[in-house]
């Protein structure tokens, strides 16, 4: 079984920064894309960055030029630092996994973390 646990999220104010974290565990033998996504309240949740195993990366409109997402193999870990940071963007952020090998059980599928809320203040 493989989770994914995010941290890093917190109040700041407009401008500011923050950089999340996310650890996946569960005796992972490889990952392939790794995500960050973004729910604000009242709306559908939304891709921010995604980063391959060759580490090609992809950002939404909205974010470039303010997020870079990066990872580390070794750690099986995904992170995200973010950059001039705007009301709009308060949400819960959630680490996801598209496929992992799992060390005896083979390929699972679509692996949430439950998310770090992110409130950026006016």
């Known amino acids: 079984q493989v989770q994914l646990v995010e941290s890093g999220g917190g109040l700041v104010q407009t401008g500011g920064s923050l950089r999340l974290s996310c650890e996946a565990s569960?005796?992972?033998?490889?990952?392939?894309?790794m995500s960050w996504y973004r729910q604000a309240p009242g709306k559908r949740r939304e891709l921010v960055a995604t980063?391959?195993?060759?580490?090609?990366?992809k950002y939404a409109d909205s974010m470039k030029g303010r997020v870079t997402v990066s990872r580390d193999n070794t750690k099986n870990a995904l992170y995200l630092q973010m950059h001039s940071l705007k009301p709009e963007d308060t949400a819960v952020y959630y680490c996801n996994v598209d496929r992992a090998w799992v060390r005896g059980r083979g390929y699972t599928y679509d692996i949430w973390g439950q998310g770090t809320q992110v409130t950026v203040s006016s």
């Open positions: 569960g005796n992972i033998g490889s990952i392939n894309a």
């Open positions: 980063v391959t195993f060759g580490d090609t990366t």
